[in-house]
């Protein structure tokens, strides 16, 4: 027993020693490589802190990349104080955010580094920097900001150093002179004066802990940005700590914190397109960070058309006394894209950036409701649904609430009359049955709530997302009037959704930035085109039809566009309340969208948008008029005949049938439309009694009354029909009408023309500036009423005082080849008709 002691102990203590000696091995080891690697390390000499580095400024371009909109770090300001003149309050409150134990530690605290050390290193860790006052002095004045061991190791270092060098209250008076403190502001007294319009000396606690709260983030922090409430929270959060160690008392703390601070006006110079230029700086700080933007030399050329910017500036500027004055509209905002790529060639926020107030709020990126301009998003989810342009709505007096009789009374008479939705339309006027391309052109309102209860308000809403609208996230919210503007958003974003209009249904995000390069010329980020098919392309064209219709175009909207003679399509949008008016026009190549209101979000005197914004936005549109080439909107394809009568445009029955009007009986495939006659049966109801809402092209419904609107509509539209009957007696329902029961006879296979064609003799091809011309030969039961010549599809000319004969230079028609095709088509007096073609050589 003793000697197995004894053996154990023997072995115990040669496995301490190994361990000891291995132990002390790796020491030596590592300690000479850290030794070889620090001792490579090259730290900078101290003496380039007086050199300083010097920040290399972003640049923010036009689309040529040569007109600079904006130098982020140009004109920078910075007033140097000595540290006796920098009001305690100010030094105090930085010691207390920044770095509470300045005036105890060496240049760093080991803790702090340790802190930082395990949380960058911990996955999903919040990165820290650890860094003290004296660290944020050699890191802004020697060093890069990347974060690097190297680098961090060197900044403890040169902070020790610094001390050494330097006394505590002169690194704080280095600090407090050069802090970054937003934009072109650095340090505090020039903070001081911009902010509150004193000396540093002179500032009270609750504008010393404003000013300590800001250098943490400059641009997030700022007085002027959309943060802030954020920015008063951190102030508050400076005074917590000031009262925690002491710098202040309670009843300071007390006051400090209620006190209102005032901030001066934004005073912002030397910038051009200020709000697209700011708003193109903070999507670079937001992906390049802060220090990157104000400090990295970034050189971004923007999607901006400078010369169009001037033009809407002036514009605006020109505008803005009258609509002051006349309508009580204190601010204008206009926004232009392509619509094939995506660009802001404009954005104006505001009629005055400069302006005190609202002036540098920008509206382009404000969300507010838009009016009658979202109606064209529901009639586009109608027609995807199997509505179409000639589909007929009543425009009549129309209760929607379920809660609510038809005559617009609460079904509970407890209940309170805003529980009913009766929209009124702006003009006070109805136009009773219309269809929708009418109803849309003319801004109808009750047409437009009943196609978005047709279409549903969750469909409408994906419409419009597909096209670019982001902002319509709470559905419930909206009810019934979502068509009408019930709903937010920008007028950025919805003059982009209006560019799918524009471009055939094909949807291109908007985009303001073409490339970002860093200071060496290397490309950070480039544009590419990011094209979706938002909607189909027959559903675009069909509500770009009735938006550039001249026909049933509103003659405020006339007066601005037709003296432009190009294709534009326009669409209006007032508030119910008046506080917004809108406009948004388009072209194949350009959407311009405009807004007026006033600052404070009251009411404007009360006129439609025709009256206040459209001029405006004519105006601009003259001004670039020639700027752009002139293109054509492609034609929708027409309402399908078979369609139900309701979807082609006939009110006074449901049910129809067509005859030839020459023989008097049912017309068939053969009859031609100028002989065909549609005969409704006369039978007045809403759309709900011709067409199940989910499916209009489907069955007619068996029993309508089982939807839950058509009681309602049903009541505006037979109070409508009897006062309409009394002066239309000649109209009666449901009567008798006789239905041929024989066919067409005229219009027949057997009596259409036989019909050839002969060209001139000659050998080889005809000389393309020769006369030709054409034999038609014709075998008719009926007399041959005219002739029509078409090339290679294309129509040349008719002739119907002599059918037989029809001629045509060939250098006249645009897209002669050299093998062509020419069709001519023969008419008799009772439209029956016949083609015949023959090929056609010309020498070119």
């Not at 001029?615 to 752009?628: H, K, L, S, T």
């Amino acid at each position: 027993m003793s000697h197995g002691k004894s053996f154990f102990k023997s072995w115990k203590w040669r496995l301490l020693k190994a361990l000891f000696v291995l132990s002390i091995s790796l020491f030596f080891i590592l300690a000479s490589v850290g030794i070889i690697w620090f001792s490579s390390l090259q730290i900078p000499d101290l003496s380039a802190f007086e050199t300083r580095k010097v920040a290399q400024s972003t640049k923010i371009y036009d689309r040529t990349g040569e007109i600079l909109l904006y130098d982020v770090h140009s004109d920078q300001k910075r007033t140097e104080v000595p540290f006796e003149d920098i009001s305690e309050k100010i030094k105090k409150a930085t010691i207390a955010i920044e770095d509470q134990e300045f005036y105890q530690h060496i240049g760093i605290k080991p803790t702090a580094i340790l802190r930082a050390i395990l949380s960058n290193l911990t996955p999903g860790g919040t990165k820290q920097g650890g860094s003290t006052i004296t660290q944020q002095v050699i890191k802004n004045s020697i060093l890069t900001q990347d974060r690097t061991l190297t680098r961090k190791l060197k900044e403890w270092i040169l902070a020790i150093k610094l001390e050494k060098v330097l006394t505590k209250d002169q690194i704080l008076n280095t600090y407090l002179n050069e802090n970054p403190y937003g934009g072109s502001i650095y340090g505090v007294e020039e903070a001081s004066k911009t902010f509150f319009g004193k000396s540093s000396k002179d500032v009270s606690l609750a504008e010393a802990a404003y000013i300590a709260a800001i250098p943490q983030a400059p641009s997030y922090y700022s007085p002027y940005g959309p943060n802030k409430d954020k920015l008063d929270s951190r102030k508050n959060l400076v005074l917590q700590q000031m009262l925690n160690i002491g710098f202040i008392t309670k009843d300071e703390y007390t006051a400090a914190a209620k006190e209102k601070v005032v901030f001066l006006e934004k005073n912002t110079t030397g910038i051009r397109a200020p709000h697209f230029s700011l708003y193109i700086k903070d999507y670079l700080i937001n992906k390049y960070g802060e220090s990157m933007v104000e400090e990295g030399g970034l050189k971004v050329t923007t999607t901006l058309n400078f010369d169009m910017q001037q033009k809407a500036e002036k514009v605006i500027a020109n505008f803005a006394p009258t609509l002051e004055k006349s309508f009580s509209a204190s601010n204008t905002a206009m926004v232009a894209i392509d619509p094939k790529t995506g660009d802001i060639l404009t954005m104006v926020g505001s009629r005055n950036y400069f302006e005190k107030g609202y002036g540098n709020f920008n509206i382009a990126t404000a969300y507010r409701q838009p009016g009658s301009t979202f109606k064209p998003f529901v009639y586009a989810t109608a027609f995807m649904r199997g509505y179409t342009p000639d589909t007929v709505l009543f425009d009549v007096p129309t209760e929607f609430s379920s809660q609510c009789t038809p005559d617009g009374k609460p079904k509970n008479p407890t209940d309170d009359q805003k529980v009913c939705y009766s929209p009124v339309e702006y003009d006070g006027l109805w136009e009773g049955p219309e269809n929708i391309r009418t109803a849309l052109a003319h801004s109808r309102n009750i047409p437009a709530v009943k196609t978005l209860y047709l279409t549903g308000i969750g469909n409408s809403i994906k419409t419009a997302e597909a096209m670019g609208i982001t902002s319509l996230t709470t559905p419930d919210r909206y009810g019934l009037t979502l068509v009408l503007g019930g709903g937010e958003v920008s007028l950025l974003e919805l003059t982009s959704a209006y560019g799918v209009f524009a471009n055939d249904g094909l949807r291109n995000p908007y985009r303001s930035i073409l490339k970002v390069e860093d200071s060496k010329g290397n490309i950070l980020e480039e544009a590419d085109l990011n094209q979706s098919q938002a909607i189909p392309a027959q559903v675009a064209r069909q509500i770009t039809d009735i938006l550039s219709d001249p026909v049933v175009r509103l003659s405020t909207i006339s007066q601005n566009v037709d003296n432009l003679h190009r294709q534009i399509a326009t669409k209006t949008g007032t508030t119910n309340d008046y506080r917004d008016v809108w406009i948004e026009g388009y072209t194949p190549n350009v959407v311009v969208g405009a807004w007026a209101g006033k600052n404070d979000n009251s009411p404007m005197d009360k006129k439609v948008a025709g009256l206040i914004i459209t001029p405006v936005w004519g105006a601009f549109m003259a001004e670039i008029n020639n700027d752009f080439p002139k293109e054509t909107f492609k034609k929708p394809e027409p309402t399908p005949n078979d369609a139900k009568p309701v979807l082609r445009g006939i009110w006074k029955g449901g049910t129809s049938f067509k005859k030839d009007t020459i023989s008097g009986k049912l017309a068939t495939d053969l009859t031609p439309p100028e002989t065909t006659e549609e005969i409704p049966f006369p039978n007045v109801h809403n759309i709900l009694h011709w067409v199940d809402k989910t499916d209009p092209t489907g069955e007619i419904p068996k029993d309508p009354t089982h939807d839950s609107q058509y009681e309602s509509w049903e009541y505006g539209v037979r109070n409508w029909f009897n006062t309409w009957k009394q002066t239309h007696p000649e109209f009666v329902e449901n009567a008798n009408i006789p239905v041929p029961t024989q066919t067409d006879d005229v219009h027949t296979a057997a009596n259409s023309p036989q019909v050839s064609l002969a060209l001139p003799q000659q050998s080889g091809p005809y000389s393309a500036n020769s006369r030709i011309t054409i034999s038609v030969t014709t075998t008719s039961k009926y007399p041959i009423k005219k002739s029509e010549l078409y090339v290679n599809g294309k129509y040349i000319s008719s002739n119907e005082q002599n059918p037989k004969i029809l001629s045509f230079t060939p250098q006249d028609v645009e897209g002669i080849e050299t093998n062509n095709i020419i069709k001519v088509i023969v008419y008799d007096v009772v439209y029956n008709h016949a083609e015949a073609s023959v090929d056609l050589e010309v020498s070119r």
